[in-house]
Structure formats: structure tokens, C-alpha cells
């Protein structure tokens, strides 16, 4: 077992480039912290965290796919075995694949095209997302929260990262300054996907507040990465909320969905 016994185990899923990657930077500011900087592809996450630390000892790269239950559970023996607990588990893992489609639905309607829907692909879509945005948040949370127990952190902390884009609330709040965008038909796999992650996230603050788990998710914004395809705010500022929620003590809230300006209607 490794020589982290004095520092919080944290663990960022997506975490090699955007957002993930920003929480990582983040977290570094902050002392007594060890990161595993999760991502899909080794290479990948390897490069990103030398980057990160290139002294290699708080930053530590990990391979985890959240769609490959394989993948998961390597990644929860690898955790066990080196660190025999996590303190801090930030689901941040997630993708949009409905751009291309979006785009070209889009300029169709410009000229007049009409397109026949292909079902197929569509439910496709909708799988690969969910895949990601829901189920994998889920497994992982479920497959690391043995080790969740074993934590030396208090209190242990689990971070969903969500979008605005998943309100309801702010959906059908006429008087919002989101509803404007939100009232746009646009991205309805991911949207919904965001919004069934915030049940998740009332569903384990529920299942671990016996515990005192602080189990809350946070909304990012428009965020400037490949995944919006470098439309939005720098991945730095939306990180800032994440880390927040990453780091809170006994005193923090739990089931709560909030960004950096306090809470975010579900």
C-alpha cells in the first residue's frame, strides 16, 4: 500500500482533458490531496498527469472506462491494492453525441430539407448517452463505495457533475435568464440524460446520509473543451464549483444541486 495514508483520496473519472482535467489542477491548490486522474485510455491519462505533477506523486494516472464493467473493477483493485480506500469520488465522465446531428438537422432546416429520422441511429444515440451520463455514474459510484466506506476523510464525498441544462426547474421558469436557451428543443439525449443524473444524485445523498456522505452535483456552465467543441467559458471556472463540493467539510450541504453562484433548481 502506498504512502497516502496522510492525504484525501480522490478520484476524477474523465479526467484527462476539459473539465476533469481543470478539477484536477484544481485540487492541487488545495494540500494533503492525492489525485487519481481517471481516464479511458492510458496513454492519454498518463501524459495528462505528468503534466499535472511531474513528480508523480500526487497526481496518478488510472485507467477507467465507465461503459466496461471490466474496466471498473481493475480500476477498484488498483485503488484497494495501492491506497485500500477512496475519500472523494467525482463522477465526471460524460459525453454529448448529438452535435453532429443537431448541426446538420440545423442547416437541413435552412434549406428547406426534410429528413427523414433514422430511428435506428437515434436510439443508438440515446444509448451510447445514457451509457455514459447515467449508467456509468452509477456503477461507478456503486462499485467504488466499499472503498467510500473504508474512508479517512471526513466526511467521504461523491460529486456528480451535471449540467444546467438538466433543470427542469429552469426549463419552464419563464422569468429565468436560461429559459431563453433552455426553451430551445435542442440536445434532448443529453438534456434528459442530466436530468436522470440529478435523481441519481438525490438517490445516493439519500442512500449514504446515515453515513454523512456529502453527495451533491454541480452544474458547469457552457464550458470551452472538445466536448461543447470550444464554445463556452474557460474549463478553469467551471472546475471551481466541483472542486468546492470535493473538498467541503462536515459543515457542507449534501443532496444539493448548485454552481458557483449557490443553488441550481432541479
Known sequence: MSSTSDRTVVLITGANQGIGYEVAKGLLAHENYHILLGSRDAARGAKAAEELDPTGKIVEPITIDVTDDASIQQAVEQVESKHGRLDVLVNNAGINNEVEMYSRQIQNEKEGIQEKPDLAQLRQLYRDAYEVNVSGAAITTEAFAPLLEKSAATPARIVFVSSHTGSLGLRIDKLSNWYPRLSNPSFPIYRSS???????????????????????????????????????????????????????????????YTDENGVVPW
Open 194 to 256: 442530466k436530468a436522470a443524473l440529478n435523481m441519481l444524485t438525490l438517490h445516493y445523498a439519500a442512500k449514504f446520509q446515515a453515513k454523512g456522505w456529502k453527495v451533491n452535483g454541480s452544474c458547469p456552465n457552457l464550458t470551452a473543451t472538445n466536448f461543447s467543441r470550444g464554445k463556452g467559458r474557460p474549463a478553469s471556472e467551471s472546475a471551481v464549483n466541483i472542486v468546492r463540493l470535493a473538498t467541503m467539510g462536515v459543515d457542507g450541504e449534501s443532496g444539493e
